[in-house]
């Protein structure tokens, strides 16, 4: 038997390796290097089972899409414990951890945001992502600064997922470690101002 049709114990694990699958295949070989016999190799499991739990190409893609938008919203969520500014704070700083700044991870990103441009579908899930990505900053805001209006922290929000954006979509090109650490900075002041 082959690597690539070694049987899974754990059902739960081999939709997991299916899905981390996925991204790599998506971060290597784009879109279009995505489909079924594709991702079952790269995660090591049988065509079959791959099938079994996904459908066909655009729902290996959609389930990637949700799996990242999810990953992004967990980045925002409030802790238990965490006192609301230096919460916001963390999560600030976290989207660009060392993790989120390599090529591979940044190719992948903007595999998954050129997908907006291809199907409806992909583009209503990335938005969904991003809103809902944008929603937590407001409510990591509204906890740290509660006196502020809900236009002003919604606005302070939108602002700051275009930088956060931007410095991802640069960082693709070139790592400016100073201008990462002031958009950064940029972000904190615009979310802390009272």
């Known amino acids: 038997m082959s690597d690539a049709a070694q049987p899974v114990d754990e059902a739960g694990s081999a939709e997991e390796r299916i899905l981390d699958a996925v991204l790599v295949v998506l971060a290597r070989d784009g879109a279009a290097g995505v489909s079924m016999r594709a991702v079952s190799r790269e995660a ?15 729902s290996l893609i959609c389930a990637a899409l949700r799996r990242i938008g999810d990953q992004d919203a967990a980045l925002v969520e409030p802790q238990d414990g965490i006192e609301p500014e230096k919460r916001l704070k963390e999560a600030l700083r976290h989207v660009v951890d060392d993790g989120f700044l390599q090529t591979d991870y940044l190719g992948l990103r903007l595999q998954l945001w050129s997908l907006a441009g291809t199907d409806p579908t992909f583009a209503e899930i990335n938005r969904d992502a991003q809103i809902r990505y944008r929603n937590g900053l407001a409510s990591l805001i509204a906890a740290a600064r509660p006196n502020l209006k809900p236009g ?31 958009g950064v900075q940029r972000c904190e002041e615009l979310a802390l101002a009272d």
């Open 44 to 58: 090591g499991v049988a065509l079959g089972l791959a099938s079994y739990y996904f459908e066909n190409k655009n």
């Open 152 to 182: 002003e922290i919604a606005r302070r929000a939108a602002d700051i997922l275009v930088i956060q954006n931007g410095m991802w979509l640069t960082s693709i090109l070139i790592v400016d470690e100073q201008a990462i650490r002031r």
